[in-house]
C-alpha cells in the first residue's frame, strides 16, 4: 500500500512547525501501509490534546472523544468488532493524567488495542503547564519555581501491573519508532507505546538534542520475556531506555467475552432476536 491513502486532504494542521508529532504521523502511516491495514479496517480513537488531533490527519474511522476517556471507547470498539484494529492516540497528560483511572484499569482488561502515547513532558494544548510525566524542578508559567513531584512512570506502572506489551521509541528516529509500532500493532492484546515527543513551543529543556543524548537502545541481551529484567530497565533515569521492554502473551478482553466462545463473528452481523432481548429484560423486572 501507498502511505499516501492515508492523507486527508485539505487537513488544516494545526501543530507547530517542527513538532515532534510530524515524526509520528508519517511513522504510522508508513507501518499501517506495510502492514496493508486499510483505512476501513482501522480506527483511530483520541481523546484532547495536541497528540489527539492525529486522527484528524489521517484518514480512516475516527472517535474523538473525553479528556483522558479514549480507552473505554477503544475496548468497546474492539469488543463489538474484533475484526478491526484498534489504535488509541493520545499524549502523556490526556493518559497518564485525566486519564490514569483508565489506564490502569486497562492493562488489567487486555483488550486487542495498541497504546500510542505522545510523551512531550508538558502539557502543550493549554499552554505548558506540568504534564505527570514533567521532571522534578521543570519551570512553567504555572509551576514558577518548578515542579516538585515525582514524575510519573508508565513503563514502569504497566509491567508492573503485567501489561501485554510495553515499548518507549523517540520520533526523532523513525526507522526505530517503525519497528516499534509495527510489533505493537501485530501483537495480540494491549499494547503501549510510549513515545517521547518534543514540545518546540513549551518545553525548552526536553528537547530533540536532549532526547538524544539521554536514551539509549536496549541492545539485544535484554530479554522482553523476563519481567523482572524489564521492570529494572524501566526505572532507569540516568539515560532512558528505547525498544521493548516487555512481552506478556496472554488471553484478550475479547477471548474472555462468553459472547465469543461459540460464536467469533462481530456482534454487528448477528440476527436480531427480539424475543430472547424481551425473555432477558422481563427476567430483571
Known amino acids: 500500500m501507498d502511505p499516501k491513502m492515508f492523507d486527508v486532504e485539505g487537513a488544516d494542521v494545526a501543530w507547530c512547525p517542527g513538532c515532534g508529532d510530524f515524526s509520528i504521523l ?29 486522527p484528524h490527519y489521517l484518514k480512516s474511522n475516527v472517535f474523538n472523544g473525553l479528556h483522558g476517556r479514549s480507552l473505554p471507547a477503544s475496548t468497546t470498539i474492539k469488543a463489538v468488532n474484533p475484526e478491526l484494529t484498534v489504535i488509541n492516540v493520545s499524549g502523556d497528560g490526556c493518559t497518564y493524567g485525566e486519564g490514569g483511572n483508565h489506564f490502569i484499569h486497562n492493562i488489567r482488561r487486555n483488550p486487542d488495542i495498541t497504546n500510542v502515547v505522545h510523551n512531550n513532558m508538558v502539557y502543550g494544548l493549554t499552554k505548558g503547564q506540568a504534564s505527570p510525566t514533567s521532571q522534578k524542578e521543570f519551570k512553567t508559567p504555572l509551576q514558577a519555581e518548578g515542579v516538585i513531584s515525582e514524575p510519573f512512570n508508565p513503563l514502569s506502572i504497566a509491567i508492573a501491573l503485567d501489561a501485554s506489551f510495553v515499548a518507549r521509541a523517540f520520533s526523532g528516529d523513525i526507522s526505530q519508532t517503525k519497528e516499534i509500532l509495527k510489533k505493537a ?18 518545553n525548552k529543556v526536553n528537547t530533540f538534542q536532549w532526547f538524544k543524548n539521554n536514551t539509549y537502545y536496549l541492545d539485544e541481551s535484554h530479554d522482553p520475556y523476563d519481567r523482572n529484567q524489564a521492570f529494572k530497565r524501566s526505572v532507569e533515569t540516568e539515560k532512558y531506555p528505547l525498544g521493548i521492554f516487555y512481552i506478556n502473551p496472554k488471553r484478550t478482553f475479547e477471548e474472555n467475552l462468553t459472547v465469543y466462545s461459540k460464536d467469533k463473528s462481530p456482534m454487528y452481523k448477528r440476527e436480531f432476536h427480539m424475543p430472547r432481548l424481551r425473555e432477558l429484560m422481563d427476567s430483571k423486572k
Open 26 to 54: 508519517r511513522a504510522l502511516k508508513e507501518v499501517l501501509a506495510e502492514l496493508e491495514i486499510s483505512p476501513q479496517e482501522l480506527v483511530l480513537v483520541s481523546g484532547i490534546g495536541q497528540a489527539g488531533k492525529l
Open 185 to 202: 500493532i501485530k501483537h495480540k492484546g494491549y499494547a503501549l507505546v510510549d513515545i517521547f515527543q518534543p514540545c518546540v513551543t513549551f
